[in-house]
């Protein structure tokens, strides 16, 4: 059977280390006067760095497998391995499970959220997820307001054009991203018959 891309983390692996970080890449430099002037150089990314529990042989051939197919910068679908659901729905899940939509987006990153289940119990600091066919965003909440099949949520960084349009699908469980292999980052340890592997993924549609 062919692959196809964006490719699924392969299943049934699991990771000491599963760091999903926002790469923001803004400089900062003083213009005198004690002023200091802030410029945002490059768009800005998640980064997820991730190292696998001890492997035996076979597990490890299939990993080494998987990151092979990538070369050529071909894109992987990632999905946090270990958040997969907000703070509040650990255990009821269900309400999480239901997709939203964009109703509209004002000031660049404030989302109007329509069609929600109304049970969705949202907090700070949980991520979401905005799909709009292959193109994917990911932002973490840092407001959100609002009651019933409706919510305004406030993420960063701020959602591109593609993915900020009414009708856009709002994710909130397992919400996935497009991302691309970091050049050099595989890396491979063995010790007592076993291997630990790590590798990197950088936000690349």
Known sequence: ????FPRELPEGFKFV???FAL?????ASPSGARLINYTQVADPAWLATLVTKGLRHSQFAELEAWWLSLRDKNRVMFRH???CYPKNHGQNQAPADDAGAIVSVTGG???NVGSVDAGLSLVVGDRLGLENGLRRHIGRITEVTGSGTSRTITIEPPPFAA???AGTVVRFARPGLVMRPVPNS????????RYTASFQL???Q
Not at 1 to 4: D, K, R, V
Request: charged fraction near 10%; charge should be negative.
């Open 81 to 83: 391995p270990h958040v």
């Open 186 to 193: 595989w890396s491979v340890q063995q010790s007592g018959g």
């Open 1 to 4: 059977m062919a692959i196809t």
């Open 202 to 204: 950088v936000e690349g």
């Open 163 to 165: 993915v900020s349009a």
């Open 23 to 27: 790469n923001d890449q803004v400089k």
């Open 17 to 19: 280390t599963a760091d």
């Open 109 to 111: 990153n404030v989302l």
